[in-house]
């Protein structure tokens, strides 16, 4: 039963232009929202979260929206550089489990062309 | 500071053998997650350590799987009588408290079982 899918296992843009990286849930219990970036052989890296409470984050040139009545998170790079090529993780949590246990969904692997 | 680490980095092991995997965690870190990517799937969660107890050891997929954690440090994710299955990226990461899901992620180790 996969609780947190991303449809999309590769993107590809230009240098310059916007990326944005889809993902979707399945559970309403889900009330903390997570991007994660990651190299080849290296571990995931936290890049930014939301809460269930807002909409939208924004940290620079990243921006997480949160729908919550479609169940769907999206992760906006603006401008895209060819160092944010990696494999995007987005992860969903519950807050009451008080153990911060994440729930992955399947990566996105971008590809920003110079 | 020094990150997560984990040992060894690759392990090729014959189907029906033992291994052993260890965690480092960030000094200090409180609480430690022990998770498995397998080929083009997502992150998916095994075990949750606060200070040596194991308050979530629901991800574990069968009893093959055991890990402690000892000291309120180094952690260990035992597999016995390996696997094909099993092959797959073993990652680690802590966080300063239990709960928190901004989670440190160590480089993984890659288990090839033969």
């Known amino acids: 039963d996969q609780q947190v899918k991303q449809n999309s296992p590769s993107l590809s843009v230009q240098e310059g232009r916007i990326s944005i990286l889809n993902c979707d849930y399945t559970?309403?219990?889900?009330?903390?929202f997570l991007w994660y970036k990651k190299y080849p052989a290296e571990g995931p890296t936290f890049l930014i979260s939301?809460?269930?409470?807002?909409d939208k984050n924004e940290d620079g040139r990243f921006t997480v929206f949160l729908n919550k009545s479609a169940k769907h998170l999206s992760l906006h790079i603006v401008p895209s550089q060819p160092g944010d090529s990696a494999v995007y993780f987005c992860?969903?949590?519950?807050?009451?489990?008080?153990?911060?246990?994440?729930?992955f969904g399947q990566g996105t692997t971008l590809q920003v062309k110079p | 500071g020094a990150g997560v680490s984990q040992s060894p980095s690759n392990k090729v092991t014959e189907k029906g053998k033992d291994v052993e995997l260890r965690c480092d965690p960030i000094?200090?870190?409180?609480?430690l997650y022990w998770y498995r990517q397998s080929l083009g799937q997502g992150l998916e969660f095994l075990i949750y350590?606060?200070?040596?107890?194991?308050?979530?050891k629901s991800g574990l997929p069968s009893d093959r799987f055991s890990a402690e954690r000892t000291g309120g440090s180094v952690s260990t994710l035992t597999i016995q009588r390996t696997q094909q299955e099993d092959s797959a990226v073993y990652l680690c990461?802590?966080?300063?408290?239990?709960?928190?899901?901004?989670?440190?992620f160590g480089p993984g180790t890659r288990l090839t079982v033969t």
């Open positions: 350590f606060q200070g040596n107890s194991a308050p979530d």
């Open positions: 939301i809460s269930s409470i807002k």
């Open positions: 990461a802590s966080s300063a408290q239990g709960g928190s899901y901004e989670q440190y």
């Open positions: 000094s200090g870190h409180t609480a």
């Open positions: 559970n309403s219990m889900f009330d903390y």
């Open positions: 992860a969903a949590s519950r807050g009451s489990s008080n153990t911060g246990k994440l729930i």
